[in-house]
DNA sequence: GACATATACTTGTTATAACAACTGTTGTTT
DNA sequence: AAACAACAGTTGTTATAACAAGTATATGTC
């Protein structure tokens, strides 16, 4: 029984944050998996069908969006999004090609077989998303996005400061 | 122009569950990002710190702590908790054996250079933490932190009540 | 208008995560 | 006590993420 092993001496109590960073990842990553599990009907992944869903909204004009653009409301680095929509033009549910005016910018945009997708998905996932929030109040649910849109634009990154 | 794009129809504005969950993912993954930053430093990632802070505190007898307690604490699956010990071990910051009474279970436990390493890095990390969150109340990060854990306890995942 | 710099994306490599199948041990039923 | 189920870990495979480096185009400057 002679360890050298005296310690608690140094680490103390759980704090605030600590708790605050383990919970939002741990309630991100149970939001995706119900979601995996859910979109894995149509064949799709919780990455995919945002990346459908955001060419859907932010794209309404079926211009094409770039990479780059993508990336950002994903909060994924430009190398995976290039992987990503590789994957998903090879499923057939986007079209890509090369903006003409800027030849770096390659634009994405959804085929019909996409805006299918995704829409089939939408209510379904939109309800399986409300029921596992249903014990919190819509005051409790108001309340924690606020506050988690509020922690997560940290002055350290402030190139948060999404439109509108 | 003849697009058969019409859109807009089925994908309405976006939601409160949805803003939720996207943000949590990003928050946890920012939180992650800027830990794993710090940790290298000393050669360890988020997780590893995690685990390791998790067997100091969980296991200040030093008698050792099987695997999935360890999985359950971190919300990490068995079978990547097996090689994330494993490559603890390579470093030398933990030992594991299998317990004697039960063969089935592995005890894994803290070498004096894994309670150095974990003692080392829990101020810088701490301090990191809070300046991510600086820019909440005292009363914000409370609220937060007990909206977040009464999100993730969903009744579907009902085996979320952890001790006392 | 050549040259450096920035931009948008791609490619390569390595590490980690997800999911299923498997091994060895313990507990239970009869 | 033999048979079966449950349990704790491990191993295998595939997919995805992280990080660094590379390519092609565009922009700015002298």
Not at 52 to 80: C, F, H, N, W
Not at 121 to 128: D, F, I
Not at 130 to 146: G, M, N, P
Request: hydrophobic share 35%; proline share 4%.
């Amino acid at each position: 029984m002679s360890k050298s092993q005296n310690r608690k001496a140094i680490i103390g109590k759980p704090y605030l944050e600590e708790g605050i960073f383990m919970s939002a990842v741990a309630l991100g990553d149970q939001a995706l998996s119900e979601s995996n599990k859910l979109l894995s009907i149509w064949g799709m992944t919780a990455l995919q069908y945002n990346a459908l869903k955001v060419l859907y909204v932010e794209d309404s004009q079926g211009e094409g969006l770039p990479s780059m653009e993508i990336g950002q409301r994903l909060y994924t680095r430009v190398p995976d999004v290039t992987r990503l929509l590789e994957r998903m033009v090879d499923k057939g549910w986007i079209t890509r090609e090369r903006d003409v005016e800027n030849k770096r910018v390659v634009r994405s945009k959804l085929t019909d077989i996409g805006i299918q997708l995704v829409e089939s998905a939408y209510l379904p996932l939109k309800e399986s998303e409300s029921k596992q929030l249903a014990h919190l109040t819509d005051a409790e649910k108001t309340e924690l996005a606020r506050l988690l849109n509020k922690a997560k634009s940290s002055p350290s990154n402030p190139a948060d400061n999404k439109d509108s």
